[in-house]
């Protein structure tokens, strides 16, 4: 019995290597949550930036909207009949009569009777399919990580 | 050196520890302090109501007719304003002088706003649809304002941008499209039937204040555009043809329409008065009391002689008469008991159908109407839409009223006079939707303004409505022949040269309380061409014309005028050209 102590108290670590074990332990675990909140942070601030952005490009784009309207408004007052009409009497036309106007046949021409303000499908298409915003952008750590995780599963899957 | 080494890693360790420590509980001393859970809980989400844009209005080449325009709202932010009251007092008091050197405000009534405004008040609005130059006077004082601290400070004005309806054409086709008012309410014509699609629906949200959230602002729906049907280039010429038509006549007012009879596309539609739709605070003063604000869809009167041919093509489609068929017009006939005469109480002796029409014989027409008999006629006036709604897709259409036998107030005179026009309550689109049925080989089109939807950059095209067929094809070819010649056999001062066209005059006796007006008329005119192919269909209508009596010297004229600008606006050849182009 008294073998089997002098045995134990061989192998047990000294005093001093024991408290710098713990205290090695814990600043690895600092460190460990140092990491974490620093990524926790740069991810956040880096969502809360491009939030910001979305916030002044939709105040642009309700600009933007406005100035447009602004713009179309001013020119068709511009170009309203009164204003053509003063303009062009201005430049010394007169309204034709009709018994001096000459007909030309044009084989396959069809005169458009009114305008088409349909947008090309091709903007269609590219507005609709246009992304938002990436999730990068909205997702929390631990969104992110679940994402990563389920996408490379989902990857490993398919291989 | 052992000892030596445990003391520095425990010292970093409790540093680092403490720090750490200290960064955590200051996130949690953050997270959870009042005064940060105040900020947060006020500003984390706003309630905010998103007004969408409404939606513009086009004519049919493309040309705005509606649009809209940058305003400001111009409030104070009471909680900007300082806590004593002396200092506060004094920039309530800059701001009231600013708002009177800018925007013309009356400051006694600014500065009233401002210190009366109700107890936890954080906002006041101090003047809204104010111009944007006005509103720039008013950012410049600001700026300057902010550049000299001793100055005035006008730091609390706050400034928010919205739209507002705007008509660059001002006054032009004013009847068709109606306004809108500041609550973004639309009132007659267009602005009034399409108004829940053009103002789109409004959103009221709960708007993140975090940026992090910001994808969850709300999307809005811009208003839907809308095509019209009307021609500006039309439309303003016959809106100066109708003026100058109502100085040159005296009439009291005046309605002209001009519609494709084979589509029932409304070209164009002017009457009197009319109003600038950028000052609409004035339509009280345009239309007092029970003036219509769209004639054309709005008043109901006796058309008189143009309703002539309602009963001549009824009458052919039924087979009571024909063209050739002969009538001895002695210059009365009676009718229930009542006599008829002619307009000019004469005897026309023998006349055939296009004389009776070239002529236009009450006595005739009676005749015609009695041989039908009341079954046949009324039926027939019933399938051509007369004294119902047209359902014209503008807003302020009445009915009139086409009596009926067994209705407590109709007569079995009634028979005879309503065969030309009188007794009986039209408008004057109800008199086009049911003409166009002659021209356009039968078939009566569904008169509208609305030409095509746009949304999401995709156009929907209305398409083309029947409303029935009162006649058959034949009848029409038949009647607007009969209408053609008679106007050449009265060398009508409605002819174009170059075109066939086909038309009736219409001088009507005004009712009033106390029987008819003895001195005023109603003239109008009714016409489509080029017969073979017709392209346009025009109603002209001038209430009380004091230069002469009779539609043919007033009315017709007109219509001539209208058509002369029509073929040349619509590239309509003359009648020799198509035939040379078509081998005819």
Same mark, same amino acid.
């Given at each position: 019995m008294e073998n089997v102590t002098q045995i134990v108290q061989h192998v047990r670590q000294a005093h001093w290597r024991v408290q710098r074990q713990w205290i090695g332990l814990f600043l690895l675990g600092l460190v460990a949550v140092s990491m974490v909140a620093g990524i926790y942070l740069n991810i956040t601030v880096r969502a809360t930036l491009a939030g910001r952005e979305i916030q002044l490009l939709q105040n642009q784009l309700i600009d933007d909207q406005r100035s447009n309207s602004d713009q179309e408004t001013l020119l068709a007052g511009l170009t309203s009949v009164a204003s053509m009409q003063q303009r062009a009497e201005a430049k010394g036309f007169k309204p034709v009569d009709p018994g001096t106007i000459t007909y030309v046949v044009v084989p396959g021409y069809v005169p458009q009777t009114s305008v088409d303000m349909s947008q090309p499908e091709a903007d269609n298409q590219g507005q609709s399919q246009a992304p938002v915003l990436l999730p990068a952008y909205t997702e929390s750590l631990f969104d992110w990580i679940t994402r990563t995780l389920v996408a490379s599963a989902s990857t490993g899957g398919q291989q | 050196m052992r000892k030596f080494s445990y003391w520095r890693y425990l010292t970093v360790a409790i540093t680092l520890g403490l720090i750490g420590a200290s960064i955590l509980v200051q996130i949690v001393r953050i997270q959870n302090s009042p005064e940060v859970a105040g900020v947060i809980g006020q500003g984390a989400y706003i309630w905010k109501t998103f007004y969408p844009a409404r939606g513009e209005i086009y004519d049919r080449n493309g040309n705005l007719l509606a649009g809209n325009k940058t305003v400001y709202e111009i409030g104070v932010d009471l909680t900007a304003l300082p806590n004593a009251k002396d200092a506060s007092l004094k920039m309530e008091n800059d701001i009231a002088l600013a708002a009177q050197s800018a925007l013309g405000m009356d400051p006694a009534d600014a500065l009233s706003r401002m210190t009366t405004a109700p107890a936890g008040a954080q906002y006041i609005t101090l003047e809204d649809y104010v111009a944007p130059d006005q509103a720039d006077q008013l950012m410049t004082l600001q700026k300057n304002d902010q550049a000299n601290p001793s100055g005035p400070n006008l730091d609390a004005v706050h400034f928010t941008a919205h739209l507002m309806r705007s008509y660059p054409e001002n006054d032009l086709a004013s009847t068709i499209i109606g306004y809108v008012t500041r609550d973004n309410h639309g009132y007659m014509g267009v602005e009034e039937k399409y108004d829940n699609i053009l103002a789109g629906i409004p959103v009221t949200k709960l708007v993140p204040a975090d940026p992090r959230q910001a994808v969850d602002y709300p999307q809005i729906e811009p208003g839907q555009t809308l095509i019209l049907t009307i021609d500006r280039e039309i439309q303003a010429s016959v809106e100066k043809i109708l003026d100058d038509a109502l100085v040159s006549t005296g009439a009291a007012s005046g309605t002209i329409i001009v519609m494709d009879p084979k589509t029932g596309e409304i070209l164009a539609m002017s009457s009197t008065p009319r109003m600038n739709l950028n000052d609409y605070t004035q339509v009280s003063q345009i239309f007092p009391g029970e003036t219509p604000f769209n004639r054309a869809i709005s008043e109901a009167y006796e058309p008189g002689s143009v309703a002539k041919i309602f009963t001549m093509a009824s009458a052919l489609d039924n087979g009571t008469i024909k063209p050739g068929t002969i009538f001895l017009d002695t210059g009365t006939i009676v009718v229930g008991g009542v006599p008829i005469h002619d307009w000019d109480n004469g005897a026309w002796g023998y006349q055939d159908m296009t004389g009776c029409l070239a002529n236009s014989l009450n006595v005739c027409l009676a005749w015609v109407s009695t041989k039908m008999g009341n079954n046949a006629f009324y039926s027939y006036m019933q399938r051509f839409g007369l004294g119902q709604l047209t359902g014209i897709d503008l807003a302020g259409e009445v009915p009139g009223r086409q009596k009926l036998p067994g209705d407590g107030d109709w007569t079995p005179v009634d028979l005879g006079t309503n065969a030309f026009g009188q007794g009986v309550a039209i408008t004057p689109i109800q008199m086009v939707m049911a003409a166009s049925a002659l021209a356009n080989n039968g078939q009566m089109v569904y008169p509208h303004v609305l030409l095509a939807e746009v949304r999401d950059g995709h156009q929907s095209d209305m398409a083309t409505h029947i409303v029935g067929n009162p006649i058959s094809a034949d009848t029409a070819h038949i009647i607007t022949n009969m209408l053609h010649d008679s106007l050449l056999k009265e060398s009508s001062t409605a002819l174009l040269g170059g075109y066939s066209i086909a038309g009736k005059t219409g001088t009507a006796q005004i009712p009033t309380s106390t029987g008819y007006d003895p001195v005023n008329i109603n003239a109008s005119f009714i016409g489509w061409g080029p017969i073979d192919n017709p392209r346009f269909l025009v109603y002209v209508w001038l209430e @009380?014309?004091?230069?002469? @009596?009779?539609a043919s010297v007033v009315a017709a004229p007109i219509f001539k005028q209208v058509i002369e600008k029509l073929v040349v606006l619509m590239g309509i050849p003359p009648d020799v050209a198509v035939a040379q182009t078509t081998g005819q």
């Open positions: - | @009380k014309p004091q230069s002469n @009596k009779a």
